[in-house]
Each structure stands twice: as C-alpha cells, then as structure tokens.
C-alpha cells in the first residue's frame, strides 16, 4: 500500500440529475479512502441554479473560496429548465464558466473508450468502434466563450448579436504543450482540429500547434480541420489518439465521442491547469453530461461518468494511479456484469443510479 494522503475536495452536486451521480461518486471516493486509508475531508457547496435559488447568483463567493482553498473540486451538473430563457449572463452555466475560470483549469480531458461489453450499444457498427481510445483535449478558458467583445445590440427587432474568438499565443501554447505530453503517455499522435480554411483565429492556432511539435519529434502530429474532424471520428475513430482543440470545437466533438462511448453517462471529465506546488494538478472533475432535467429524481441516470470523473481526480489531483485504476478495472467488471442503468440498454431490468454506485464499490477488491 502506497502513502496515506489527506484529500481536501470540494462537491458541487449542483442541479437536475446532478446530486444523484455525485452521491454515487462520492459514495465511490469514500469507499477507496477507507480501503487505502487515505483521510477524505468533503466539503460541499453550491453552484448553477440552486445557487441562483439559495443566494440570488450561480457562483456565490462562498463557493469560489471553498473551490479555492480546496485540493480538488467534483461538480455534478447545471442547469435547470426554469431558467432558460435568461441572458447568459444570469445563467446557472455561468456559474460553471465562473468556476473554470477562477480555478485557471485550461485544459479539459475528455477520454472517450469503448468498452467491449458496450459495444451493442452505439448505434455504429461493432468493427468501426471496437478498439475506441481517444483523449479529446479541450481548451476551456478561452475562445468564444469567454471572448469580449460579446452580447446583443440594437433595438428589438433589428438586433445585432456578436461574440469573439480570442485566443493569445501563450493559452495556445501551454494547452497544446499538454496535449504533446500527454500523447507520449500514449500512442504518440496528435490531431489538432482548427478551422484555418476560415478563420484567422484558427490560422495562429495551426501555426503554434507546428512551432511546437518540432519540440515533440517522437509524436506525430496532424491538422484536421474541425468539419473533417466531425466526420472522422464517426468513420474510423480507432486511428486518433489525442485530439486537442479549441473550447467551442472541443465541446461539440466530446459530446460526439459519446456515440462512440455508448451513452453520454459513461462520459467523464477532468479540467486542469498549473501544477500545484507539490507537482499535483488543481483540477475540477465533472461527467460531460448535463443536469438532464428529463430523467432527474428518478434513480435512472448513469452514474459511471460521475464515477470515472472521481477516478480520473484521484489520478490528476493526487497521483493516486493504483486507487484510480481499481475504479477502472470495478466500473469495467460491473459493464461486464450487465448491472446498467437504461441508458447502456441492459438485456434485463435496468438497474437503479444507486444500484450500479454500490456495484463499483463491491467490485473493488
Ligand atoms: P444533457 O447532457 O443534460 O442530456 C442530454 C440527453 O442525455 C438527455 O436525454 C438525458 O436524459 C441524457 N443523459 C445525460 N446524462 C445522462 C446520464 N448520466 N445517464 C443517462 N442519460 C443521460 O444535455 P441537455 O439536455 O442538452 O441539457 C440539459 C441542461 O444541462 C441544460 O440546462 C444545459 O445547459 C445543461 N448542461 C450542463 C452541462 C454541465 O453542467 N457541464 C453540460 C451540458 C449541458
């Protein structure tokens, strides 16, 4: 058994199905804790549209300094029906931004496997998704989502509505540096999806990407552009490795991946950023999914992206790789099992978001 460690993390269950994966992740994180003996110290505060209930605003202050003082943060999901038809700025999904922004996480991973016994469950045929490993590597502090100027202008009915692109040399370049490194942990491919046919943002973004990967000579890097990409990754998504991108891009290929994955519940998360003092990532674990206001309360969702996003925490955050690969291996063993929420299309009667949290805890040694 490796050192015992104290992990100060932080959860924000947030809206819809969100507290219900959490639970089960938490439930997860604290099952590993006592087996490994590490000290697990869960604070818990609010963010989305319980926050905009509870305190008026989707990131309350109180939650930046919780996120602040914390090693790791494990958030659900945002977003609630009742408040779509906001402006974005009031938005529970600001919150989120908010967060991502404050914490300086500018790389999201988004992994996107294909387990074996999940393979009836995309709709693309067995021999196109068989052997599935990719890492999308999103940007996510910056681009359009961020980029001033924005917002919508002029009277009503003859609007002008504008939002910037804006992308620095240096956020290029520290998010690609990781994709690079994280590539040599891997199949030593990168693909980097821009949009240099059109846009001139795309056109530095390629320029970098090129500069740096002469210091990469080990790994092989092409250009796709992001329309190619979209389509690529449905007809033979066993030939990329790492894909890293730009935030808007990033967002829509990932939730692509999910056809890929089986559901977009098997979906996890990790965002990270600088390097912590003592060499671990500040990072935020989070599902790819949404607050999927359609099947919340109701014990349905799928907790395994929640789970994994924990997993992928106790990995980045802490360097725990042998307690995050039991998680792994127990989240492999119970697909195998066929104990699986709706979503993954079970042969028999699906099993509850609890019933599969309490299936990976059993399944770890
Ligand atoms: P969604 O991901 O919430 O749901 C899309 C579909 O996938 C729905 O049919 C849903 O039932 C299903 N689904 C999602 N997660 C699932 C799970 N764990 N198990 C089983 N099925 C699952 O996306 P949406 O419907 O476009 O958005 C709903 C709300 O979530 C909106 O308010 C949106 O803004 C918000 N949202 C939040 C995040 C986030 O918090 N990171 C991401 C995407 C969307």
């Given at each position: 058994m490796g050192r015992r460690m104290e992990l100060n993390v932080l959860v924000l269950p947030g809206d819809g199905i969100g507290p219900e994966v959490t639970r089960e992740a938490v439930r997860v994180l604290e099952h590993v804790a006592a087996r490994w003996g590490h000290a697990l110290r869960l604070r818990e505060g609010l963010l989305g549209g319980i926050a905009i209930r509870k305190t008026?605003?989707?990131?309350?202050d109180q939650t930046r300094e919780l996120a602040m003082a914390s090693d790791a943060t494990l958030l659900g999901a945002v977003g609630l029906p009742e408040f779509d038809d906001l402006p974005p700025s009031k938005r529970p999904e600001k919150g989120l931004l908010g967060l991502r922004k404050a914490l300086d996480v500018y790389a999201n991973l988004r992994p996107v496997y294909c387990f074996e016994s999940l393979i009836e469950s995309s709709p693309l045929k067995n021999d196109i998704v068989r052997g599935t490993d990719i890492l999308i590597v999103r940007e996510l502090t910056?681009?359009?989502?961020?980029?001033?100027?924005r917002g919508i202008h002029g009277p009503e009915g003859s609007e002008t509505a504008v939002n910037s692109m804006v992308y620095a040399r240096s956020e290029i370049e520290r998010v690609c540096h990781m994709a690079f490194d994280l590539a040599r942990k891997r199949k030593r491919k990168v693909t980097s999806v821009d949009k240099a046919n059109v846009l001139e943002n795309s056109q530095l973004w390629r320029r970098v990407v090129a500069e740096l990967a002469e210091g990469y000579p080990d790994v092989e890097l092409e250009h796709m552009l992001v329309d190619n990409c979209a389509m690529q990754l449905l007809l033979?998504?066993?030939?990329?490795?790492v894909v890293v991108t730009e935030n808007l891009f990033g967002d829509i290929l990932s939730d692509e991946g999910s056809v890929l994955a089986g559901s977009i519940g098997m979906l996890p998360s990790a965002s990270v950023g600088n390097r912590l003092p003592n060499g671990a990532w500040r990072g935020l674990f989070e599902p790819v999914h949404g607050s999927a206001p359609d099947i919340a309360g109701q014990g349905k969702a799928n907790p395994l992206a929640a789970i994994g996003s924990a997993a992928a925490m106790l990995n980045?955050?802490?360097?725990l790789t042998e307690e995050a690969a039991a998680i792994e291996s127990a989240v492999s063993q119970v697909l195998d099992s066929g104990r699986v929420t709706a979503d993954l299309k079970p042969t028999g009667p699906p099993a509850s978001t609890a019933e599969v949290g309490q299936a990976v805890c059993d399944a770890i040694a």
């Amino acid at each position: 058994m490796g050192r015992r460690m104290e992990l100060n993390v932080l959860v924000l269950p947030g809206d819809g199905i969100g507290p219900e994966v959490t639970r089960e992740a938490v439930r997860v994180l604290e099952h590993v804790a006592a087996r490994w003996g590490h000290a697990l110290r869960l604070r818990e505060g609010l963010l989305g549209g319980i926050a905009i209930r509870k305190t008026g605003g989707p990131f309350p202050d109180q939650t930046r300094e919780l996120a602040m003082a914390s090693d790791a943060t494990l958030l659900g999901a945002v977003g609630l029906p009742e408040f779509d038809d906001l402006p974005p700025s009031k938005r529970p999904e600001k919150g989120l931004l908010g967060l991502r922004k404050a914490l300086d996480v500018y790389a999201n991973l988004r992994p996107v496997y294909c387990f074996e016994s999940l393979i009836e469950s995309s709709p693309l045929k067995n021999d196109i998704v068989r052997g599935t490993d990719i890492l999308i590597v999103r940007e996510l502090t910056g681009g359009l989502y961020f980029g001033q100027p924005r917002g919508i202008h002029g009277p009503e009915g003859s609007e002008t509505a504008v939002n910037s692109m804006v992308y620095a040399r240096s956020e290029i370049e520290r998010v690609c540096h990781m994709a690079f490194d994280l590539a040599r942990k891997r199949k030593r491919k990168v693909t980097s999806v821009d949009k240099a046919n059109v846009l001139e943002n795309s056109q530095l973004w390629r320029r970098v990407v090129a500069e740096l990967a002469e210091g990469y000579p080990d790994v092989e890097l092409e250009h796709m552009l992001v329309d190619n990409c979209a389509m690529q990754l449905l007809l033979r998504p066993t030939e990329f490795d790492v894909v890293v991108t730009e935030n808007l891009f990033g967002d829509i290929l990932s939730d692509e991946g999910s056809v890929l994955a089986g559901s977009i519940g098997m979906l996890p998360s990790a965002s990270v950023g600088n390097r912590l003092p003592n060499g671990a990532w500040r990072g935020l674990f989070e599902p790819v999914h949404g607050s999927a206001p359609d099947i919340a309360g109701q014990g349905k969702a799928n907790p395994l992206a929640a789970i994994g996003s924990a997993a992928a925490m106790l990995n980045y955050s802490f360097g725990l790789t042998e307690e995050a690969a039991a998680i792994e291996s127990a989240v492999s063993q119970v697909l195998d099992s066929g104990r699986v929420t709706a979503d993954l299309k079970p042969t028999g009667p699906p099993a509850s978001t609890a019933e599969v949290g309490q299936a990976v805890c059993d399944a770890i040694a």
